[in-house]
């Protein structure tokens, strides 16, 4: 096959020299609230046409390399006094696989582990391309199961207004779990 980034032959989708070239992750940090902050491993401008792949085929395997890429390598390193348990946002299947379960899955390490179908969105309304007016108006009423783990990380893809992970941090208060922190592939607000 060949690299979907320079066209050279390739036994991946995204060839070993464009992954390291474009796909070499740096670490932004945002505030959601004053004491939850959001990773993003990217700008969302650097790998839009990438993330835009989750609904087609082929979003399973860039999905896989994004997630090798940096939140693997994020997991690797990360250090903490007691493991923690990642969810990630809404984790259904949709399209063959769900997007945020691949990413939860690479955190799978010796600090962080995975949690799935522990928290869904029972309003299904899709926020991409869409205001903040909207979003606010349509909230995504996330409902949580079978989530006793106290302390926890909260995955997604994107976070562009952060209504959805604010709307997910609250879900996990009302069941008493603290949010340590959020990770993000990308964050749309980073020029």
Excluded: W
Excluded at 93 to 101: E, I, L, P, R, V
């Amino acid at each position: 096959m060949r690299c979907l980034l320079c066209e050279s032959l390739s036994l991946t989708h995204i060839c070993l020299s464009c992954q390291r070239e474009f796909l070499t992750p740096s670490l932004y940090t945002r505030e959601l609230t004053k004491d939850i902050k959001v990773l993003s491993f990217y700008k969302y401008s650097d790998i839009k046409d990438l993330l835009h792949t989750k609904h087609t085929d082929l979003g399973y395997y860039i999905y896989s390399i994004l997630a090798k890429n940096s939140l693997q390598k994020f997991a690797a390193s990360f250090e903490y006094k007691e493991p923690l348990y990642s969810v990630a946002i809404d984790d259904k299947a949709t399209h063959g696989y769900s997007h945020t379960a691949l990413l939860n899955k690479a955190l799978n390490s010796k600090n962080i582990k995975p949690l799935y179908n522990r928290l869904r969105a029972t309003n299904s309304v899709t926020y991409s391309g869409k205001s903040k007016e909207f979003r606010l108006l349509n909230p995504r009423n996330f409902e949580i199961k079978n989530l006793s783990a106290k302390e926890l990380i909260l995955v997604d893809d994107i976070i562009t207004t952060g209504s959805t992970l604010n709307q997910a941090v609250e879900a996990a208060k009302k069941h008493k779990n603290s949010i340590m922190f959020c990770l993000t592939l990308a964050d749309a607000s980073i020029n």
